[in-house]
């Protein structure tokens, strides 16, 4: 039996018809055709799947779509503007954090999601963010150091627009 649900996914509403059982990650590729989410494990355990929900890192490989119902969802896909990368995706480049890039979208998200929550983050806090997204190429520092340096860059864009205001 499908059921039918809304959600927005990158500030664009979406209705889908979906089978009870289809996972969020199922939806959003198949469905949405957003293939910057990457599902490797199927069981929540790698975090590359990973979207935000509402503000909120999720798992997609093992939620429901059902129940993403009237839910707003980022993927990698929705973070640019326009052309223009986003300061955590120029960050990652510009620090070698990017290596085969299956894990990067899972990455990134998981950096933005701390950073929306705690713009200015220790590196223990940044460690501690980053463990749930698992990555096979890298030793993860030069993925903290992206995020460190995503989290200076945004900090001193903030300052300067309230500088501009003033």
Not at 38 to 44: F, L, Q, V
Not at 127 to 152: D, F, H, N, P, S
Request: hydrophobic fraction near 40%; glycine fraction near 10%.
């Amino acid at each position: 039996m499908l059921k039918q649900i809304r959600m927005t996914i990158n500030g664009e509403k979406y209705e889908f018809m979906v089978e009870p059982w289809r996972t969020l990650s199922e939806v959003i590729r198949e469905k949405a055709g957003l293939t910057g989410l990457k599902e490797a494990c199927g069981t929540g355990e790698c975090g590359n799947c990973l979207v935000i929900m509402d503000g909120k890192p999720v798992k997609s490989c093992i939620y429901l779509a059902a129940d993403a119902n009237d839910k707003d969802i980022v993927t990698i896909e929705g973070i640019a503007c326009g052309e223009e990368l986003h300061p955590i995706q120029k960050a990652f480049i510009e620090h070698g954090a990017i290596q085969c890039g299956f894990c990067t979208p899972g990455m990134i998200l998981t950096a933005k999601a701390l950073l929306d929550e705690n713009p200015s983050p220790t590196r223990t806090e940044v460690k501690e963010a980053m463990e749930g997204v698992l990555c096979r190429c890298t030793g993860y520092v030069q993925i903290v150091e992206a995020v460190l340096a995503a989290a200076e860059e945004m900090a001193a864009y903030s300052g300067q627009l309230k500088d501009s205001s003033q």
